[in-house]
């Protein structure tokens, strides 16, 4: 049972450049997250899919956009990237009403030059 | 949004106990929960602790929670190298979404 499952582990980007995130989780959840991490600053989220079919925004949504493949899948794109995305990406997955919090994928560790 | 608010740093001796602090403010709050992030790793679920519960014990962990203050905590017995995280508290609602603090940095000295 692998989970979550994030690639790519490591991407050095240009500014400018575009690059997809993608995250697919095996565990029939409803909900998928993707949060970025930066030091001192703990997890902010950037967007959320609370079910297949809709996507919301979190607190840091500019500069990215997301879709929901399917059910299992939810990628993350940076259009153009900057110096200010440099970060670690994280994505997460849930049961929408269950308590069991949320599965975390390894992340994946982004540098814009 | 709702805050959750952990203290930015522990350092704890080896085999000592370490004690993790944590505020939140959402009262609707239905579980509330730990997370240990080793470096270079996700986050990993530790404990969770349902909001009518005072208090939950799993081997070296002891999760406290104090609902009128909104005062959660997390105490590792004999702490030992390997405990050396960031660990993140957690509040979740009735949907199942979860808000989450800064992180606390915990370093454990030989």
């Known amino acids: 049972n692998a989970g979550v499952t994030q690639t790519p582990k490591f991407q050095v980007l240009k500014t400018g450049q575009s690059m997809t995130l993608q995250c697919a989780q095996d565990?029939?959840?409803?909900?998928m997250y993707w949060y970025r991490q930066d030091p001192g600053m703990g997890l902010r989220l950037i967007y959320y899919s609370a079910s297949e079919g809709t996507t919301d925004k979190g607190e840091v949504p500019n500069g990215y956009n997301v879709s929901r493949l399917n059910k299992r899948e939810f990628s993350l794109r940076l259009e153009s990237a900057a110096p200010s995305q440099t970060s670690v990406y994280f994505c997460?997955?849930?049961?929408?009403?269950?308590?069991?919090?949320?599965?975390f994928g390894s992340g994946t560790r982004l540098t814009v030059v | 949004g709702e805050d959750v608010e952990q203290s930015l740093f522990l350092s704890v001796r080896e085999g000592d106990s370490s004690v993790i602090n944590c505020t939140y403010t959402?009262?609707?709050?239905?579980?509330l929960y730990w997370y240990k992030q080793e470096p270079g790793a996700g986050l990993q679920l530790l404990t969770y602790i349902f909001s009518n519960m005072d208090m939950k014990q799993d081997q070296r962990l002891t999760v406290l929670l104090n609902k009128k203050d909104k005062h959660l905590s997390l105490r590792i017995a004999d702490t030992q190298t390997g405990d050396s995280a960031i660990y993140f508290c957690a509040e979740g609602d009735s949907w199942g979404k979860l808000q989450f603090g800064a992180g606390t940095q915990v370093v454990v000295t030989p």
């Open positions: 959402d009262s609707s709050s239905t579980y």
């Open positions: 565990m029939n959840h409803n909900s």
């Open positions: 997460a997955s849930s049961e929408r009403g269950g308590n069991y919090g949320y599965t």
